[in-house]
């Protein structure tokens, strides 16, 4: 199974700035990722997906994969604090997803 | 988007009885849907693969007696926890993959079963 490492957080983050995000895989094989956000008691869904070298923009999420590098990263722009939410990394290589704990976002207003 | 349903959304029974929980795609086929269980503060744990028409093949440490999966159509997939006991508490999640090409999975919204 191709895996990631997230740092858990919390991440704390005032509302309207940036929070960054980010996800490092030991897998030279993996290609793309998933992002998934969790909200608390709730399942996870998807937001964004990225098959490629660079960064990729869905409105206030930017999605960037440096394969160089071996990680992942998601960028949100003009926190809010419904963006309050833990965000799951995963290798779209994967069926079934197997996804870590993730990281934890806490935007404050 | 794609969506998952589930059903319940909350169930409480009581020690020793047995709890179905129904996992539907609505608007796509799923020839493979997952289930997943997640504990408080802990990540989602993959429990089992279910196929449409095929034995489901569960991951190691889960009680394929226990836990029983059905996937009767393309559509639906059931997980049935056995004689629960309150160690089965547990948010129960369902997936469905929607394109084997890109890997995209849908999850459900889930089931909050309490055992007491």
């Known amino acids: 199974q191709k895996e990631v490492e997230q740092n858990s957080g919390p991440l704390s983050v005032p509302e309207g700035a940036i929070a960054s995000l980010n996800c490092t895989y030991s897998d030279r094989g993996s290609q793309s990722f998933f992002w998934y956000r969790q909200y608390s008691g709730k399942s996870p869904e998807l937001i964004m997906s990225i098959y490629s070298n660079g960064d990729k923009e869905d409105g206030r999420f930017t999605a960037q994969l440096n394969k160089a590098s071996q990680y992942v990263s998601l960028l949100i722009r003009d926190s809010q604090p419904s963006d309050s939410a833990t965000y799951l990394c995963?290798?779209?290589?994967?069926?079934?997803?197997?996804f870590g704990k993730g990281t934890r976002l806490s935007v404050i207003a | 988007g794609a969506v998952v349903s589930q059903h319940p959304s909350r169930v409480i029974c009581k020690s020793g009885t047995s709890v179905k929980i129904e996992c539907r795609s609505l608007d796509f086929q799923a020839t493979t849907m997952f289930w997943y269980r997640q504990f408080p503060k802990q990540s989602l744990m993959l429990m089992a693969t279910?196929?449409?028409?095929?034995?489901?093949?569960?991951e190691q440490g889960v009680e394929k007696d226990k836990f029983l999966i059905n996937h009767a159509s393309l559509t639906l997939s059931t997980l049935t926890v056995t004689s629960a006991h309150p160690e089965d508490s547990s948010f129960y999640i369902c997936?469905?993959?929607?394109?084997?090409?890109?890997?995209?999975?849908?999850f459900g919204p889930g089931t909050r079963l309490t055992v007491t």
């Open positions: 279910s196929n449409e028409g095929s034995k489901a093949t569960y």
């Open positions: 995963a290798p779209q290589g994967n069926t079934p997803l197997v």
């Open positions: 997936s469905a993959l929607r394109d084997r090409g890109t890997h995209e999975q849908y």
